[in-house]
Each structure stands twice: as C-alpha cells, then as structure tokens.
C-alpha cells in the first residue's frame, strides 16, 4: 500500500514526504473526552493521543470488572483508531483478521467505550444453540431498533457453533434484519413504538413503512465488529459463502507484532520490576524477550515443514513470556536472597558462637560472690515486713465499719431521691411532648392566628388560657346580659401575639416550678372544659392546638411539683448527713494507705532483692548451659561450616546470574512445551548465545530444570509415575510454573496416568466432553477446591471452557468469582485444571494455543527405555525391580527429610533472636538431626551403593529394552502411513510381556535376551502384520529389519537417506557408455551414486562392467545376479539395493525381500494370515475387535462361521450402521453387555458422526461387564474412527490375499480331508477344484497390472469362488460327464462375469477360464503355467500334501502365469517400489527446505506461460465458409464440429486463466474454482475447470499443454492445406465421429446403407511422412501406440515386446470402408482401440467404455488368446 501511495504521488510531481506531515497518519474524533460535540480531526501530538488513551483504558477498567491491562504500542493505536473511526461511521462494521491473541477482541472493547456505545458479546455455554442465538440476536435488534441505542456487536468466530450464526450476521449486514426472527408480540411491539416515528416523516404508518423504519434503525444503530482468524480453508470458504462478511465491512489485518510493539510492551513490562535496577539488563532484556519470541515462530516453521506439526507463536504468548519472568523473577530472587541470607546468618552465628565461650566462663567466675550478698539483704528486709503487717491490721478494721455506715446512709437517700424522680416522671413526657409540639410552630402558624377577626370558640378558649398563665389582664367587654361586663382575654390575647417569636420563646421560657395558685384557678375551668382537649382544638388550628397542649401540661406539671417539694427538702438533709459520714471515712482510709504504701515499699526491696539472688542465681546456671550448648553447637554444626560457605559463594553468583537463568527458563515455560526435546535443545542455546550477546548475566548450559526443577519434587512425580527422561521431568516442571492451564498432547497416556497418580489423594475429578454433566463436575471442582482432570480433548474445545481457561476470575462481595455460563461460582484457590488429548499430532487453532500450555507428552526413546527395562527386570527378576522400588522410594524420602533437617537447622539459626546457644530448641533439634542425618546418611550411602548393584544387574537387560523401545516407534509410525494404524504403548505392552513369559528359557542370561528379542520382534510382527494391509506389510518388517541393523550401527544414515529419497549432487559428468539400454534416468541415478564414500568410484567404474550390468539389467531375477567385478564383495547386502536400485528400481521390493529374509528370517516375509480364533483370543470384553475393511470385502461369512465354532451364533446381533442407526446400536450394545452376548456393528466409515458416542460407549464398558460379551467392528480407512478405539482394540485387516500363492494358502486353510473326498468324482473334484481356486487366484491378482489385468479393477471376493466351489460339487454330481460349459458359463458368465461391466474384460476372463475349466486340466502334468510351476497334483494328494506344495510356491507371482508378458511386472513393480520408498519417506523426519520463490509466483509465472502458449480460439464462421457442410465430403461437418469443441476448451483456458492473474492481484475474489485452479497449476496437474471441458487425457500439465498446441496445429494445418492425407487420429476431440465420418463419405458415395459397412484393416510400409495422398476410400491413420506387445515390421505382424520396452508406435493403418464385411476366423488379432492407457471409462449404451474408440485387425500368427492373455491394445495418447 505504502508503495502504490507512493507511485500514484509520483504521478503527480510530489512525494510521500511533502503531503503527509506526520507519520503515522491518524485521525480521530476521540481527543477531547466526554465532549457532546466530537470533531473528527488528524491527530499529530503523539505523546498526548497515547496519554488520553491510557485514561479511557483507566476509565474502563474502574467501570469493568474484567480488567484489561493494555499496552498501547504505536500498532495498537492504529487499530484502535481504525476501529473508532469504523464503528462512529454510519453502517460502520469491522472485519478484524488476526490469529488469537492478537488484541483484536481487547481493542474493540477500548474504542467502543470511547464512543460512548454499549458493548454487546453472545456467551456461550455447554447448552448454547441456535435458539439461545436467535433470542440474542433479537433482543440486540430490538435494543437498537425501539430504544434507538448504539450497540456494538462484538463476534468472533471461535463463537461459531453453527454456520447458521454466520448466515444471521450476512442478513443483519446487508439488510438489518433477519428472517423470521420475530414472533407476533415482537412484530405489535415494533409496529406500535415505530408509529410515530414513521408519522414525523409523513409517511403512511404502513406494516412495510413500519418494519422498514425499524429496520433502517437497527441497521444504523448496529456496528458488527467480527474478529476472525485467516488461517485455514474455513475462513476462505466462509468469506466466499457470506460475501457481506467483506462486502459491508471494512477490513483491519492484525498482522504479528512488529518489532516496535515487541520492544515497547517487553519495555513497558520490565520497567515495573523492582528486582531490575540495572537500565542496561532492562534494555538487553527487551532484546532478548523479541529474539526469542521471534526465533520460536521460525522454530515453529520449520517444526511444521520437517514434523508436520503445526504451533502458533501470537502475542498473548509473549504476554505469557513477560508474565512468568515477572513472576519467576520475584520468585528466585526472594528465594535465592532468603537462603543465602539464611545460610550466611547461620554461619555467622556459628562463628560468633566459638568466640564466646571465654567469656562465659569469666562472666561465671564473676557472678558468684554477688550471689551470697544478695542472699542476706532478703533475709533482713523480710523481717521488717512482719512489724509493719501488724499495725495495718488494726488500722484496716475501724475503716471496713465506717464504710459499712456510709453504704447504708447512700442507699437511704437514694431511695428518696428515686421517689421524687419517679412522680416527676408522670408530668415530664406531657411537658416535653408539648414543648416539641411548639417547636414544630413557625412564625406564620401564629401570625395566622392573630389575624383571625371571629376566632372560634376553641381559639379563643386558647388565647384565654394563654394570657390566663401568662397573667395578662382581661379587658372588660358587654355580657350577653344587658348590663354584664364579663373578661375578654381577645384582644390582649391579640396583643400578646403581636410578636411570634417572643410569644413562642416566652411559652419556652415559662417559670413552670414557680405558678402562683391564683392562676392554677382561674386555670381549672378550662381543664375541666371537654373543648379545651387538643383533639378538639386540633380541628380549629394548628398552633392552637400545640398552645393547649402546653397549658395542660404547665397545670399538670405545678400540681406534681407541688407534692414533690417536701421530698426534696428530705433529699437534701439526707445528702448533707451522707456528706459528713462520707469525709470521716475517707480520712480513716487515708490513714490505712500509708501504713500499706510503707508495707508495699518493704515488699518490693524484698521482691528486688529475692529477683536480684534469683537472676544471679539464673545467670550462673545460663552460663552453665550455654557454655554446654556453645560446644554442642560448634561439634554439631562444625562440618557444615565449610559447606555453607560455599553456598553463600555460589548463592552470590546465582543472585547475580538470575536475570539471565530466569529469562531462559520462562521462555521455556512460555513456548517450548509444544516442542520435541531436538527443538528444545537448539532454541535454548540459541536463547543463550542471544543474553551473551546483549550481556545479561546467565549460567552457562542453564536449563529449566537446573534453575526451578524441585529434586525432591521430581522424585515424588516420578514415583508417581513420570517417566524419569529429561523431557519430561521438563514438562513436568513447566506445568508447575505455567500461569496457563497445560494442555498434555499424551497419545500414550503417559500424562494421563501421571496426574491420575499424583492428584488421587487430592480426590481428582476425572471428566470427558463427551459426558452430559461434564460441567457440573467441573463447578464443584472449582467451588471445593478439587483438581480436576479433563481427558480426551479433540482439536476444538468446548467453548464453555473459555472463562476458566482464560481464568476470567474477579471479586464478588469480598471472594473470589468466576461466571461459568450463566452461573457466577466461588473459586476456590487449590483448584487445578488438567487436559490431555491422545492424538498424535493434534492441529490446534491459535485461539487454543493462547489459552493453554500445550505440553507435548508424546513418549520419547529414553523414557520408554526406562520403563521398559522396569517391565523386563520385574518380570526376570522381581526381586531386583522390587528392590529397586523400594529403593526409589525411600532414598527420595530420606533426602527429602535430610533437606527439611537443613532447612529446620538453617531457619531456627537465621531466626533465632540474640544468640543461638540460648536457644534450647534448637540444640535439641540439633541433636536429634545430628542423629538422624547421619543415620540417613549412612542409609543413604548403602542404598546408593545397593542402587548401583541392582543397576549393574538391570543394565544387562538394557539390550532388551533397547530393541523393544525401537519397534515401538517403528509401530507407532505406521499411523503416517494409514489412519487405522494405530496402536496404544498398554496393547504394545501387553505383547512384551506375553513374549517375556513365552520365550525360550534358558540359563544362560546373554541366550535368554537373544530368545526375549526373537521372540518378540517375530511376536510383534504376527501381532502388527494382522492389521496391516497387504502392500505395507513388507514395508514394516523391512523397517523393523533396518531400524534394528541402525542401532546396531550397520547401516549408514546417508545411504539410507538415498535408498529413500535418491541422489541430488552429481560429483562428476561421465556420458552415458551404453544409451541403447541405459536410459537418461537410470544414467542420472548412477553418477548421483558417488555421493556415498562407499560408492565413489562406482559410476567411473561402470563402463569397465557394462557387461555385468548389462547382465543384471536384462535378467528376469536381478535381485539375484551377482554384482561385477569387487563389487559382490565390497558392498553388503543393503549396498546391493541401493546398487540394484540404481540399474533395475523395478525389483528393489523383491531385494528388499531377500534383505529381510537373510537378516530376520523367511518368517518375517511370509504371509500372515488374520486369524479370528488369535484375535479372539487376545481380545476382552472392554476391547473391540476392528475388521479394516477393503475394497469389495466382507468379513461376516467368516464371523459368523466363527461364532458358530464358538457357540455363539444365538447370540450374535448384527446391525450395518448407517444414517439414524446409532440410538438403536447404543440400546443393542447395552443389551448384549448385559446379557454377555456379541454384537457386530458393520460399516463404521458410514457413520462418521455417531463415532464418538461409539467411543463413549467402549471407553465406559467397566470390568464388571458380563465376560462373554464382545464387540465386533468393520470399518473402511477413515480419519474419523476414534483413535483410543482403535489403539486398544484388536485390529485386523480384511482384503483378498497378494499374490496367487496367498489366495492358495486362504483357500485351501478353509477345507480339510473330508471337504476334499466327500464328492462322489473325487478326483474330478480335486483337479478342478484345485483349477478353479488357481483361476480364482490369477483373476485376483492380474487387477494389480491395471490395464493390462482388466479394464476395470473388478472386487471379485471368495463369495464369488464359494459358489462356484458349490456349483462344482453340484453339477459334478448332477452329471455323468463333467458338464464343462456349464461349468464355463455359470462361472465365467454369471458369478465371476456378473461382476464385469466391459465386453473385453469379459472376453478376458472367458479366454483365461478356458485354461482351468477344460478337459486337458483333469490331468497330472497339466501345467497352469508356462514354466510349469504351477501344476496339477495327484488326485491321491491329502490335504496335507496340498497345503505344502502351496507352501512351496513362489511369494512372487511372476507375468507369464497371468499369460502377461515379462514387461508387465515393471510398471507394477516400479509403482509398488515408489510407493514403498513413499511409505518408508512418510516415517522419516523431514529437513526443511529453503524459503525459495512463493506459490502465487510460481502459479503466476505458469499461467502467463500457458497463455502465450495456447492458441486463441479458431474463428468458426471462416472454417464454416472454407469448409461448408457437403453431402459428398463429411470431413467438413467434422472438422467444424472439432474447432467447436476445441473452441470451447480454449475459451475456458483463456478466461479462467485471465480471472485467476486478476485473483492473485486482488481484483477479484479468489472463487473456490479458481483456487483450485491455482492449486492444479502449482502442482502441475490439469486443472478440473479445463479437463471437464476437455478430451480424455493423463498427461501432467506442462506435457498436455504441448500436446494441446500439437493438436491445435493439426486443425489449423487441415484449415489452411485442407484435408489432410494421413488423419493423426489420437488429435480428434472426438474420434468416433471421423470414423463415422469416413464410413459415411463411402456409403454416400457407393449409395449403400451405412449399417451394413466396416471397416477392413490394412497395416502399412509407409512412413506417414511419404504419403502425399488420400486413399480413394476410407482413410489412412497414424499416432497410435501399441501396449503389452509390439508391430513387427519385419515380420509384419504383431510381435513380443522387447524388454524393458512398454509402448512402440504403430505403423500407419489404412482404414477401407467394406460393405458386408466377414471378419476372418484366423491369422488376426482383435484389438480394441482405447484414448488413453486407463483404458476404463464410464459405460456407454453399447457395452463399451466412452475411453473405448474402435476395434482394429492386426496380423499376427499365434493365436487370439495369447494377445488377449497379454492384454494388448492400441492407445491414442500416453500419459507423458
């Protein structure tokens, strides 16, 4: 981009530079926080962007609970303002790509908070569906739509559990709504809140105006930001198949941290750690943490190109890295400073101790007199004390009796004071009940009063009373009697109130102890008055009412006051009498005190002087016993002085070489779990070439283990059972220092048992995500604290697992809480997390891989070394094993008590306060430590000395492991080569000791080991070789064979890396001494051949022993020829193959053989049949029994034949599994394991999604299953059958036997003596029946010479020779004479030729039955063979006899027994050797190869090639012109007819090739077609888009593109020149259509029928260069090629091939149009004519393949069998 900017600036006279002021470029409307306007701006104050953004993060951390600790390197502001610009924007919506981890979801949640918008985020959980999705969706919709809120929908697609979710978002996308998503009451609701909405428009609120506005709305209110990761095919699939994913969104690529952002957050981490104070290790840190975190993504390229293991490296990895050093460096430090500190305190007390012991002993010497002195001064003191006592004694008495008078006294005047309180009591709460009723009156409540002109009665009664108490006179006012002057208090009462708040303060201020009686009269009246109630004032006037209250309560309050004075007046006269009796007691008591203070003042000299002889005494007896304990000490801790000052040495350079040891160690906790120990070892001393070169301080050769590894702690996890390897100790150390919880890739279950082991005290839970209360489980291990141990994990985890893998924990009310679904749980801090998986080589997403700590588990050689030796000597000797044990466990208990005595030593000195010698404890615990230290040393001594005896025993047995070790991991390699090979280490185990317990005794240990050996490699074999299909057989023993001879060191890696691979340096040019039969290939590989020391000179040497050579080379067993000259000698026997590979590659799979064969034994290349009765035999009711099926085979004939043997045909159930069959085989497999039947589930391969409920079901069968019950399976090859099924399952592989031999051998194992004699024409029987299973054999294996066996791979099966076996018995009991055709036709036409689709293949199979099915065969020297080595046997033959004549026969089949000719067997053999070279490829480690040019360059590069190459298309309308369609030339209608296809073809080439230069450049979308157009052209193979649109063709790519051109130039050459004499048939898009063309021109121009002509066939002399003319009828044709036989042009007819030669040229054929044409009976040969060397096609309407052209007659002079038998025929087009 930066780029394009740049050239398109150009265009316009500037640069980059002048236009863009500052870099990077940012906008944004964020800078002013919490502002209503937001101006959307360039932002050019970098300082001051990053500081606002570090305030909205702080912001959004106070408000949420997760928090997010970010650094905002320069790349991360970036996307955040991208992001803020995208979602402010309307219709914004984001696409991030990026791998997990890279801060996509973090930064979402940042710019959202910024813009003020809610966040909305689906949660899944273990039921989350698409229902749960569609509510969600919905209720964010309707958030949008009616409340007319900005939501952000943040989605990732590790939230994708249905692609249903991805089909919603595409709708939301484009149109804001999804279909059917909303119920009725949802649709009311949006009608009814949009209405006005719609009306403030002026639109008609319609139902469409309705929902159309709503949609409008959510469609804006919405911004869908989708993190997503581009890696793999689904994410290519899922943007091709949701175009809006692209289409309305706008794209952000989170590309891996730049160096910046690595240098800045590393920078930003470190600077918080108070351990570093040092800036110049910060900043040499900072580049080590980018150095490493780089180096491990290019380790983890070349761990996925050499080990096809994928590890992604993203930054929450480097977060991971930064968190651990902070973590470990805290850790180590504190560690190491607390034991050094504690060891050099320890030893500085320890030497302080021996300089005191001086002067303790004249500190003693000193104390002693001092003692005796104290000793009188107690004695004298005490004496006084007694005198003294007495006179207190006296004095004490008189005081008790004056206090006893004066309590009486105070109780008595309490008594009348409580009187008097309590009548006041009564009056006081209505006093202050009304005293707050008047401070609840303001001013205006009595102004209101006042202003009353007619004050009703109760006013008035109130104002009468007020001025009543107040005393203010009344004014004489006219009664109601004439002439009656009565009081009016009113307008007094009025001038009272004339000031409010003197008025109400004078009502406060009231003498209520002082109402003069005159009042309390003129009062009563009103009292008694039922109007003067505040009830009733209250309904007249507030403040009246508060004004009657008080003076009720002043009358009440003087009448109680009244009877409480003369109570008072008693109080205080009691008081004053209490007074004076309380002054005589205290003078009294004063008395007493100083007589007791004279006392005291004696006790405390005496106490002085009795502590002073006490302390003197103490002092002497401390002196005593730290003198005692000072030697003690010193004795006790002496030898240990040297040792811990070592200690504090070392732990000085430790503390300054921490840093670097620290930094290495978490970068192995951090990345390296996921790698194999190689890996490992080279990352490492890479990291520490890297700290020396930004000198930090690190110890050389530091490891994980040396700097946080636990001795005592690995000795206790491998009691519980680690493997003691390197490997895994470190991975057990990872797994303690990982923050992650560790993800254990454990195919053996090694891991598994470790933690089952290790955690079982700690009552482990154990879960699988196939169970339905997983989670549950899960809670409760959370909630108490549980570990908990999750097995069997797949390549996806359950999204539900996110929030405790990503520990997502935050404080609830004061606890600790983690929400699990929807559930918020107490997390509890013990809680441990464990999960393993047992695939082999597990893919995971970087999503998971940033979640956990993925631990590779997978065994290594010296781990299984280990154990196995543990199982041999155990079973050998158990007496040593158990030794040993022993041993183990109590030399890792001692050490461990030894460690605690040294720690309990070292803490209680460091810790003791003052000096250690007074310290009793600690010298107690000294002596018992001293005790037992020596004691375990002792212990400790012997065991290691009994260890090293038991080891020297157990090392003789190391050749055992050693060899056992080495198959393991050549079985375990199989799984390369077929899913289904798969094998656990407990089967493989199980095998060991079976072979232990087998072997040859013998008394002689160096014999016994030789017997353990043979007799399980060959006991492995048989075991393997049962579930092996027939083609990789050889390859595993021949790799047992080598891989035992490698460690032996008797083979040399380079020449085995050429027998694999071949040669790629050619030291010397030498030309070729005999082109004639060495071809440029074979030459190649001969001079490639010095490359190996052994081989120097082999290629300068060669011409010298052409002869020799040229021997081998022509003979039909050059496995067997003997090398030239010193060669035979020189080489050893794996030297010949590769010598023998280099001249004849053909026969290295019969050297191979023989190799095998002279180095194991002839046992190990012999057939090994599967035996159900040994499967059987080995298998439990808890582990299945697999039949691998292949094509076209069915083994439940013999199960079911089996089971009748077994009894058990009752009880076998059989279902074939299928769509909807699961649930009925899940209730059928439970009811046989109850009721101990067999169950047989047929087809697994067909049911892929019900297999992990099958594995579910086997792996919970208990042992408390009933014992007969087993269960049998088939299954083709698929990934997708369970592997822990099939690793502890009895596997064997079902397809017809290799090799006619091997069908024999299966044949004649299934009869027996009776079978044979039971015919009444015995002897007929047994010649025929030996025939037919010899034909039987041939029509199996002549399938394997591909076209030339048949046309079409027919899958013949023994059902096929059952039957004709039964038809056989039958008719040969039916018929007096042997009814031959009968027997020919029901064989060759209905059991065998029902299965054939093709005509020839049936002519075929008919020719080659007439060889077995004939008279001649009912003879004794009747040969099936040529050679003869297959021939009849005496009817008299037992089965016996038989049987060892087959065993007899030759494993190789060769051609002439199938009537094939010598050359057949190279095509085959070249194959089956390539492909075996493949297979053994597949098990080897691969290198890396060189970065070199990129695929979109290479495709690119090709495709502009073939399009400069291929012609344009021919223009039809000036051939039409030319060549108009003619009733007298036909050739015309062809020729337009084959520029039409052609046409076709050729626009396809040029427009897909045009679209897919546009797709690499971007300009349009890389479709599905187009890649795997791209693909096709990478791999150089015709893509599907042009071979659809195309002739038949199996050329590669570049070589079908010459024969395009090649085909194009013979039209064009037609159009300009005209017809052409000679017809080049194999250019024709269609040839049926020239030959119809041709015969159609003859009968036009003869004027017969066109059905009664064909053609006569007539090879020519002629070159086709020399024929200048058409034949006056029909046509001459050339560019054929004949297989399987070749054109004599001498004899003139159809000849032998020569050898080695596979195709020749056929000469040119004149086709003659003949009416009514007989064809001749003999001296021809029928051959039919095919379009390429498959031969097979689909079938046509007229019996033949579309592959099929015509039949031609060709001369020869044998007969027609022998060419049929050798399956000659002509072809069109080869495929180079």
């Known amino acids: 981009f930066e780029n394009l900017l740049q050239s398109k600036l150009c265009n316009f006279g500037t640069n980059k530079d002048e236009v863009l002021s500052t870099q990077p470029l940012l906008y944004g409307d964020f800078m002013v926080p919490n502002s209503d306007t937001k101006i959307y701006e360039e932002i050019t104050d970098y300082n001051k962007l990053t500081r606002i953004l570090d305030e909205y ?18 790349d991360a502001i970036r996307h955040v303002s991208r992001i803020a610009r995208i979602i402010r924007q309307p219709l914004g919506n984001a696409l991030l790509l990026g791998v997990g981890g890279s801060g996509r979801q973090s930064l979402t949640r940042l710019a959202t908070h910024m813009a003020e918008y809610d966040l909305f985020q689906i949660e899944l959980s273990k039921n989350y569906g698409i229902a749960e999705w569609k509510d969600d969706i919905k209720n964010c919709m309707m958030k949008a739509g009616l409340d007319n809120t900005v939501i952000v929908f943040l989605f990732s697609d590790t939230q994708i559990k249905s692609e249903t979710f991805l089909e919603d978002i595409n709708n939301i996308l484009n149109s804001g709504d999804v279909p059917n998503i909303y119920a009725v009451e949802d649709l009311d609701r949006i009608y009814q809140e949009m209405k006005p909405m719609v009306q403030d428009a002026g639109l008609q609120p319609t139902k469409s105006n309705l929902f159309s506005a709503f949609t409008k709305r959510v469609r804006s209110n919405i911004h869908l930001v989708i993190c ?1014 047929q087809n697994c391969h067909l049911s892929p999604s019900w297999m992990p409920a099958l594995e579910r079901l086997i792996e919970n069968i208990d042992d408390k299953v009933h014992r007969d019950f087993r269960l049998w399976l088939t299954s083709m090859p698929s990934p997708k059958f369970p592997v822990p099924v099939l690793q502890n399952g009895s596997k064997m592989t079902v397809e017809p036997p290799r090799g006619v031999k091997a069908n024999l051998l299966k044949s004649f194992t299934g009869f027996n003596d009776n079978v044979l004699s039971e015919n009444s024409k015995a002897n007929e029987y047994k010649y025929l029946l030996l025939s037919l299973c010899v034909f039987h054999g041939i029509t199996l294996e002549r399938r394997k010479f591909g076209a030339l066996g048949f046309n079409i791979p027919y899958e013949f099966t023994d059902g096929d020779l059952r039957i004709c076996i039964s038809q056989l018995g039958m008719f040969l009991e039916e018929y007096e004479e042997i009814p031959f055709k009968v027997l020919k036709y029901t064989a060759g036409h209905i059991n065998y030729g029902g299965r054939v689709t093709d005509d020839w293949d049936r002519r075929c199979i008919m020719n080659i039955l007439a060889d077995f099915y004939c008279p001649a065969a009912l003879d004794n020297d009747y040969k099936f063979s040529e050679s003869g080595i297959y021939h009849q046997l005496s009817p008299e033959s037992d089965h016996k006899v038989y049987m060892t004549y087959i065993r007899g026969l030759p494993i190789n089949d060769t051609p002439e027994m199938f009537g094939l000719h010598e050359n057949a067997n190279i095509t085959f053999a070249l194959n089956e050797t390539s492909n075996l070279l493949s297979g053994l490829m597949l098990l080897q480690p691969k290198s890396s190869q060189g970065s070199g040019t990129s695929r979109e360059a290479i495709v690119e590069e090709t495709a502009r090639g073939i399009l400069s190459r291929v012609p344009s298309p021919v223009g039809l309308e000036d051939v039409m012109e030319k060549y108009p369609v003619k009733y007298e030339e036909s050739m015309n209608t062809v020729l337009i007819q084959e520029v039409i296809r052609y046409n076709r073809l050729l626009k396809t080439i040029h427009s897909t090739l045009n679209d897919l230069l546009k797709a690499l450049k971007g300009l349009v979308v890389m479709s599905q077609e187009l890649e795997t157009m791209f693909n096709s052209l990478y791999n150089n193979t015709v893509p599907v888009l042009w071979a659809n649109k195309a002739y038949p063709s199996l050329k590669p790519l570049a070589s079908w593109v010459t024969d395009l051109e090649a085909r194009m130039q013979f039209l064009q050459t037609w159009i300009d020149e005209g017809i052409p004499s000679v017809f080049w048939v194999s250019g024709f898009f269609f040839p049926q259509a020239f030959l119809t063309g041709t015969l159609q021109n003859f009968a036009r121009r003869a004027v017969i029928s066109i059905d009664i002509i064909s053609f006569d066939f007539k090879v020519m002399p002629q070159s086709p260069e020399d024929v200048v003319t058409r034949p006056e009828n029909g046509c001459y044709v050339r560019g054929l090629f004949v297989e399987g036989a070749r054109f004599d042009q001498e004899s003139f007819e159809l000849a032998e091939s020569k050898p080695k030669e596979l195709y020749t040229d056929m000469p040119l054929m004149w086709l003659i149009p003949t009416p009514n044409r007989k064809q001749p009976s003999s001296g021809i040969y029928v051959c039919p004519v095919y379009k390429t060397l498959t031969r097979a096609g689909t079938l046509s309407t007229t019996g033949h393949s579309t592959n099929y052209v015509v039949s031609v007659e060709i001369p020869t002079s044998k007969p027609q069998y022998h060419w049929i038998k050798r399956g000659v025929a002509l072809i069109c087009a080869l495929n180079y």
């Open 228 to 1241: 997503m990761s581009p890696i793999g095919e689904t994410f290519r699939s899922r943007l091709r198949q949701f175009p809006s994913l692209v289409n309305c969104c706008t794209i952000d690529w989170f590309s891996e941290w730049p160096e910046e952002a690595l240098h800045s957050v590393a920078s930003n981490f470190l600077q918080e750690i108070t351990e570093i104070d040092n800036p110049d290790i910060i900043t040499g840190l900072v580049n080590a943490c980018v150095s490493i975190h780089q180096s491990v993504a290019e380790c983890s390229l070349r761990f996925k190109q050499e080990l096809s293991r994928s590890n992604y490296v993203t930054p929450t990895s480097y977060l991971e890295l930064l968190g651990i050093f902070a973590k470990l460096i805290r850790l180590k430090k504190s560690e190491l400073s607390n034991q050094r500190n504690r060891t050099k305190t320890g030893l500085e007390k320890l030497l302080s101790t021996a300089g005191e012991v001086a002067k303790l002993q004249a500190d003693l010497e000193e104390m002693q007199p001092q003692l005796e002195q104290a000793q009188i001064e107690t004695a004298q003191t005490m004496e006084q004390i007694q005198k003294d006592s007495v006179v207190a004694n006296e004095t004490k008495e008189i005081v008790q009796k004056k206090e006893k008078e004066a309590s009486a006294k105070a109780e008595e005047t309490q008594a009348i004071a409580d009187d008097a309180q309590k009548d006041l009591d009564e009056a006081l709460p209505m006093l202050d009940a009304a005293l707050a009723s008047l401070k609840s009156l303001n001013k205006n409540d009595v102004v209101e009063v006042r202003a009353l002109q007619r004050p009703p009665l109760g006013v008035k009664l109130v104002i009468d009373a007020v001025c009543i108490m107040k005393e203010v006179k009344a004014k004489k006012v006219a009664g109601e009697k004439i002439g009656t002057k009565v009081d009016d208090y009113w307008e007094p009462g009025k001038a009272l109130l004339q000031d409010p708040t003197k008025f109400l303060e004078g009502l406060f201020k009231y003498d209520k102890d002082n109402i003069p009686d005159s009042v309390i009269q003129k009062i009563q009246p009103y009292i008694d008055n039922e109007d003067f109630t505040p009830a009733a004032i209250s309904k007249v006037s507030r403040a009246c009412t508060s004004i009657c209250q008080w003076a009720r309560a002043m009358h009440k309050y003087h009448f109680v006051a009244k009877a409480v004075a003369p109570k008072r007046a008693a109080l205080a006269e009691a008081k004053e009498s209490l007074d004076e009796t309380l002054r005589i007691l205290n003078e009294a008591k004063t008395q007493l005190r100083e007589v007791e203070e004279g006392i005291a003042t004696l006790e405390k000299k005496y106490e002085e002087c009795l502590a002073k002889k006490q302390e003197l005494a103490e002092k002497c007896e401390v002196c005593s016993g730290r003198l005692e304990r000072a030697e003690k000490l010193i004795g006790g801790l002496g030898n240990e002085k040297v040792r811990w000052a070592e200690s504090v040495s070392n732990f000085d350079s430790m503390l300054v070489n921490v840093v670097g040891d620290v930094m290495i160690s978490s970068g192995i906790v951090s990345y390296l779990g996921s790698f194999t120990g190689e890996y490992r070892s080279s990352m490492l001393q890479y990291w520490q070439t890297k700290l020396t070169e930004n000198s930090i301080p690190h110890t050389d050769g530091t490891t994980l283990v040396s700097s946080f590894g636990d001795p005592v702690k690995i000795r206790t996890w491998q009691i519980f059972g680690l493997p003691k390897d390197s490997l895994s100790v470190e991975n057990g150390v990872i797994v303690q220092y990982s923050k992650r919880w560790p993800l254990f890739i454990d195919p053996q279950g090694q891991a598994n048992k470790w933690i089952k082991s290790m955690e079982k005290e700690h009552s482990l839970d154990v879960i699988k995500l196939t169970e339905k209360d997983f989670l549950r489980t899960l809670e409760n291990a959370i909630r108490f604290g549980k570990p908990c141990l999750l097995e069997n994990v797949g390549e996806e985890l359950d999204p539900a697992l996110e929030p405790i893998l990503l520990q997502q924990t935050f404080k609830q009310a004061g606890s600790m809480v983690i929400k699990l679904g929807d559930s918020v749980i107490p997390y509890h801090d013990d809680f441990k997390f464990y999960l393993t998986t047992k695939l082999p080589n597990p893919h995971y997403t970087p999503e998971v891989s940033a979640r956990v700590t993925i631990v590779n588990f997978t065994l290594s050689p010296g781990g299984l070394e280990d154990q196995l030796l543990g199982i041999v000597v155990a079973e050998e000797r158990p007496d040593l094993e158990e030794a040993k044990n022993a041993l183990i466990i109590s030399n890792a208990k001692m050490k461990q008590e030894l460690k605690e005595i040294e720690d309990k030593i070292l803490y209680r000195l460091s810790n003791a306060e003052g000096n250690p010698v007074d310290d009793i404890d600690l010298i107690k615990t000294l002596e018992a430590s001293k005790l037992k230290s020596q004691e375990i040393e002792a212990k400790v001594a012997d065991a290691e000395l009994t260890e090293k005896e038991i080891d020297v025993t157990r090392s003789k047995y190391i050749p055992v492991a050693v060899r056992t070790q080495l198959l393991f991991f050549c079985t375990t390699g199989l799984a390369n080569i077929d899913p289904m090979y798969q094998y656990s280490l407990e089967w493989f185990v199980n095998i060991f000791l079976n072979s232990i317990t087998d072997a040859e005794k013998a008394d002689d240990l160096e014999v016994r080991i030789c017997n353990i050996n043979d007799h399980f490699t060959f006991n492995l074999y048989t075991n393997v070789c049962r579930s092996l299909f027939e083609k990789d057989k050889l390859l595993f023993s021949f790799l047992l064979c080598v891989r035992i001879l490698m460690n032996e060191n008797k083979i040399d890696m380079d020449e085995w890396r050429f027998l694999l691979a071949g040669g790629t340096t050619v030291s010397k040019e030498i030309s070729n001494p005999a082109p004639d039969w060495i071809s440029e290939r074979v030459w190649l590989n001969i001079l490639t051949m010095p490359s190996l020391p052994r081989f120097a000179t082999f290629a300068d040497e060669f011409a010298e022993h052409i002869d020799g050579f040229k021997r081998i080379f022509d003979s039909s067993e050059p496995h067997k020829e003997p090398l030239p000259g010193h060669w035979d000698t020189d080489l050893d026997s794996f030297q010949k193959i590769l010598a023998l590979k280099g001249v004849r590659a053909d026969k290295v799979t019969n050297a191979m053989q023989d190799f095998v064969s002279e180095k194991l034994g002839q046992r190990f290349i012999e057939p090994q049949t599967a035996n159900l009765g040994m499967a059987y035999k080995d298998s439990s009711p808890t582990s299945p029994l697999i039949f691998i099926l292949s094509q076209g085979t069915d083994p439940a004939a013999d199960l079911y034949k089996f089971a009748e043997q077994m009894k058990f045909h009752k009880k076998l159930s059989a279902i074939s599994l299928g769509q909807g069959q699961g649930p009925r085989a899940e209730s059928m497999m439970k009811l046989a394991m109850d009721r101990g039947q067999w169950i047989f589930f």
């Open 57 to 74: 993060l702080d912001d959004y951390n106070q408000i949420n609970t997760a928090q997010m600790k970010l650094v905002l390197f320069l």
